[in-house]
C-alpha cells in the first residue's frame, strides 16, 4: 500500500501512544490498511500536532466484551470511558502499533495549513498518499 493512514486521536491518547502506556488505538470501524503501513499520529485539540507515527502491526476485529478482557492492558483507557465509546456498538477495531516514533518536533496544524491551505485533519483516519505527506514534512522540516 502506498498510503499513509493519518489517525486523530484525543491528547489524552496520543501522548500515551509515545510513552508506550497504549499499543493498541480503538475505533468503530476498521481502516483499509494491511500489516506494515505507517500511521501518522495527530493529536487534536488543544494540541493540533502531528506527533509522530507508527506502524500497523495487526488489525483486532472483536466485540468490545472480548477486546476489553483481552487487551485492557494495553489500550491506555478507563474501563467507564471503554464502555462509553463502544456502548451502542457489537463491534471493536483495535489497531495493534509497533514501531512507535516520534517527531523530534511536532508539525503544527497552522503549518500543514501553509502548504495545503485546504488541509482539514479527519475525525476518525483519512488516507493520505506517501508522497503528499513526504512533501509536508520536507518543507517544514527544512
Not at 474501563?79 to 514501531?99: C, H, M, P, R, W
Not at 500543514?112 to 488516507?127: G, R, S, V
Request: glycine residues 4%; contains cysteine; proline residues 5%.
Amino acid at each position: 500500500m502506498n498510503n499513509f493512514l493519518f489517525i486523530s486521536v484525543k491528547p489524552e491518547f496520543s501522548h500515551k501512544i509515545f510513552n508506550g502506556e497504549k499499543t493498541i488505538e480503538l475505533r468503530k470501524s476498521s481502516p483499509n490498511v494491511n500489516i506494515g503501513s505507517t500511521v501518522v499520529v495527530y493529536s487534536t485539540n488543544p494540541d493540533k500536532l502531528i506527533i509522530g507515527y507508527c506502524k500497523v502491526e495487526e488489525i483486532i476485529k472483536t466485540t468490545p466484551r472480548i477486546m476489553w478482557d483481552k487487551y485492557a492492558s494495553d489500550l491506555g483507557i478507563e474501563k467507564n470511558d471503554f464502555d462509553d465509546y463502544f456502548e451502542s456498538t457489537e463491534v471493536a477495531i483495535g489497531i495493534k502499533l509497533g514501531s512507535v516514533s516520534k517527531l523530534k518536533e511536532s508539525i503544527t496544524l497552522q503549518s500543514i495549513k501553509e502548504i495545503y491551505p485546504a488541509f482539514h485533519p479527519p475525525q476518525t483516519f483519512k488516507y493520505f498518499s506517501k508522497k503528499k505527506v513526504l512533501k509536508i514534512y520536507s518543507k517544514i522540516a527544512l
